[in-house]
């Protein structure tokens, strides 16, 4: 007989295998409390210690037991809201992706000029290099087919692509139309280029340059597609 509980995923489970028996009252069923409850909360608060520990020591030195601490968990309840690493690294970079989104929303909502939005959410990473120096690393293991945010990785193009639109350069009205996709491979090729040399040098004022290159790829469709998909009301 399986006691009731939560599966590796962390949702509870109501079903109990085995029949009950006849003589014996049936009680309502009750989900686990404590430490071992699989909330929405308690899950977010596992993936922002997951975030802080893959930051700290990258993904390959980060241990499940580091962050269990962080979220004042035992490593086996951790397991029964995560099955594994690889999962939770799935789940931390969807959290950091969606920390960005509602940075820029909260940006935009201040009237900064569209080309700064996303130099103002880059900020923050390029003033922790040691932080930058990790994520930037994972990024690269990534290209890997076989790593567990392969998919994740190229699945974030697809999101991406839906804030550009085709067009030409702004600066060559002759020259030939960019789609949505070679503007998309362009800044994310300008991003990961600007963080490798703030790292080679960090005395050098890099997210400036992104703003010029923002100014360069975008329309006025771009920003106007940019403001409504990151709108809270999208």
Excluded: C
């Amino acid at each position: 007989m399986r006691r009731q509980g939560e599966d590796m995923h962390g949702s509870n489970s109501s079903v109990i295998v085995g029949a009950p028996d006849a003589a014996a009252p049936t009680a309502p069923a009750r989900g686990r409390r404590g430490p071992y409850a699989s909330t929405p909360a308690r899950r977010a608060e596992i993936v922002r210690a997951a975030l802080a520990s893959f930051a700290e020591h990258g993904y390959e030195r980060a241990s499940l037991r580091d962050i269990a601490a962080r979220a004042d968990l035992t490593h086996a309840a951790l397991l029964r809201h995560f099955a594994s690493k690889d999962e939770l690294l799935l789940a931390a970079l969807a959290q950091r992706d969606d920390d960005d989104e509602e940075v820029a929303r909260r940006i935009m909502q201040s009237e900064v000029a569209a080309e700064r939005v996303l130099s103002t959410v880059l900020a923050d990473e390029f003033s922790h290099p040691e932080h930058q120096r990790n994520w930037l690393a994972i990024t690269v293991a990534a290209t890997n087919p076989e790593h567990p945010a392969h998919d994740f990785f190229i699945a974030r193009r697809a999101r991406m692509r839906v804030h550009f639109s085709s067009g030409q350069l702004t600066t060559a009205h002759d020259s030939e139309e960019l789609t949505a996709d070679d503007k998309v491979t362009m800044l994310m090729a300008m991003i990961d280029g600007l963080r490798i040399q703030a790292l080679l040098d960090p005395s050098r004022e890099t997210l400036p340059l992104l703003e010029t290159f923002m100014r360069l790829i975008t329309t006025d469709d771009d920003r106007r597609g940019t403001l409504d998909a990151r709108s809270p009301s999208a």
